[in-house]
């Protein structure tokens, strides 16, 4: 009954076109991201990889960003019919389960440090394909890596699962998140794809638990720094120095 209602009072408000709307822009935004930088032509003049590695990748991850969280973030907010800013902004009820957010801190660090180990992981990370890590680089790559987190989880467990579960319910709205959030990772191959999607339900349950993303955001983006900085510690090709010219490892 109370299922029935929610989809009811999201016919009679339009959620069901506002998320046909943002399904059609979040393959829009991957397409056009992908494009940027995959593209070797269009990557060369917008990211411009052979000019600086570092410079190279944040200005993908703001790329990200903008196309995946300042861009939607501005048309939710401006679309007559949508609830404003409050209904993506607010923490909701994260402060009652800050103890779920710690484990998960904890487990994820656990399995990023042994994860970085192996040759598989080393291979894709760290980002930023240098041999010599310095403060510096930390620092790009942990600020480019929550820029960019910022933006993908406001789209996917903020914009993306709100109207879809304004319209119909949590069930059809988990599905049409984890389909598409695995669908994004198809270019980094069927395993990964995979993979994503018992990490997106969690995303997506703990969204739903406390009516916000900024547990998904956390979460995500201690995932995506953990394991970029584990990658540089546990890589022997790798070496971290405090300053440029001196090499501790």
């Not at 339009?14 to 990557?43: C, D, H, N």
Request: glycine residues 6%; contains cysteine; proline residues 4%.
């Amino acid at each position: 009954m109370t299922g029935s209602l929610i989809i009811l009072t999201a016919n009679q408000e339009g959620w069901p076109y506002y998320s046909a709307i943002t399904i059609i822009y979040v393959i829009i935004a991957f397409a056009l991201f992908y494009f940027i930088t995959k593209f070797k032509p269009v990557r060369r003049i917008l990211v411009r990889p052979e000019q600086d590695l570092a410079l190279s990748f944040i200005s993908e991850k703001i790329t990200g960003f903008l196309l995946f969280g300042l861009v939607p973030f501005l048309l939710f907010v401006i679309t007559p019919g949508l609830k404003s800013s409050e209904n993506i902004l607010t923490p909701g009820k994260s402060e009652h389960y800050w103890y779920i957010l710690l484990i998960l801190l904890i487990i994820i660090t656990f399995l990023t440090f042994n994860g970085s180990k192996r040759k598989a992981i080393q291979e894709r990370s760290p980002r930023i394909r240098i041999k010599k890590w310095t403060v510096k680089y930390c620092i790009i790559a942990i600020t480019g890596w929550i820029i960019y987190i910022l933006g993908y989880e406001l789209l996917f467990r903020g914009i993306l699962w709100l109207v879809c579960y304004r319209a119909f319910g949590l069930w059809v709205a988990l599905l049409i998140n984890i389909v598409l959030y695995a669908a994004v990772h198809l270019d980094q191959g069927l395993a990964m794809s995979l993979g994503t999607i018992p990490f997106g339900i969690l995303l997506c349950l703990l969204t739903f638990l406390t009516g916000s993303f900024l547990f998904a955001f956390l979460i995500h983006g201690w995932l995506a720094v953990s394991t970029e900085i584990f990658s540089v510690y546990n890589n022997p090709d790798l070496s971290f120095s405090f300053r440029n010219q001196t090499k501790n490892r």
